[in-house]
């Protein structure tokens, strides 16, 4: 079986929705915005490290999701996102504080590490490059708002650059955050992971993985007001017995009705 930080960071938030996803086969409909974008400037990061024009890959990426279904914040629109994206994307290309050589090897590398005899685990690392000159890992992020920089050293707990590091043993990560706003906002952050967090890690995800081969999915839940993240989890209608409205945001892959035999071994 082949694991991955989604699946495992999935499980540990809430193992019935972990079960909704990959083993019932339900997922989130690709019809929000912010997500849509994000793929496509990573596409137009990609273009401007292969020395190419990244404004016009954004373009061209972002028009393939013109569609009347998107689904945008209050205050979003697919004009004033591709505004935004050109604008941070000179503005990244300025600053030149981030360099990737070889970046059709080194942008969107897997990478595969052997858990046991019967489970790997896999990444997908935005790049491996250099911020500021020195060599790291590199993770791009679109945000509508700044990310959190203080107190000093909190981007070491990021379970996500902590497992990027636990697969490659690169201790130097770097975080690069494109703030759509007004005036528009380029974060660098910066972060070495210790050799202690990273066997931390891979002793959570042996842990983790034992757990669901035991299929163990009970339901998490995050209501406790005034904190409502169960408010906000696209399979709450499963777990209300309202299927109409998890199939409003949810659709099925092809096949999945094959697994219900799975329902007997989580009860």
Request: with cysteine; net charge positive; hydrophobic share 35%.
């Given at each position: ?22 083993l ?51 205050r ?41 005899a ?150």
């Amino acid at each position: 079986m082949t694991y991955s930080y989604t699946q495992i960071s999935q499980y540990l938030t809430c193992p019935r929705r972990y079960r909704y996803r990959y083993l019932d086969g339900w997922r989130e409909k690709d019809n929000r915005a912010a997500m849509l974008f994000g793929r496509a400037f990573e596409q137009a990061l990609g273009a401007y490290f292969r020395k190419e024009d990244p404004g016009d890959a954004l373009f061209r990426e972002w028009s393939a999701c013109k569609d009347p279904k998107l689904r945008f914040s209050d205050r979003d629109s697919w004009d004033r996102m591709l505004e935004q994206g050109i604008k941070l994307l000179i503005r990244f290309c300025q600053d030149g504080r981030v360099r990737v050589r070889h970046p059709r090897r080194n942008l969107q590398v897997k990478v595969r590490k052997e858990i046991s005899a019967s489970n790997d685990f896999v990444a997908y690392l935005d790049g491996i490059g250099q911020f500021d000159g020195e060599r790291c890992l590199l993770e791009w992020k679109t945000s509508s708002s700044r990310y959190t920089e203080e107190p000093d050293g909190l981007l070491a707990l990021d379970p996500q650059l902590v497992c990027y590091s636990w697969m490659t043993g690169i201790s130097e990560v770097a975080q690069v955050v494109f703030v759509r706003k007004r005036l528009v906002e380029v974060q660098y952050l910066r972060t070495r992971i210790s050799e202690e967090q990273r066997e931390e890690f891979g002793r959570l995800v042996e842990n983790t993985i034992r757990r669901i081969e035991s299929a163990d999915f009970f339901p998490h839940s995050g209501i406790r007001f005034p904190q409502n993240p169960c408010s906000n989890c696209p399979y709450l209608g499963f777990c209300l017995g309202r299927q109409e409205l998890a199939k409003n945001v949810l659709v099925r892959r092809p096949g999945a009705e094959e697994l219900g035999w799975i329902d007997e071994l989580s009860y």
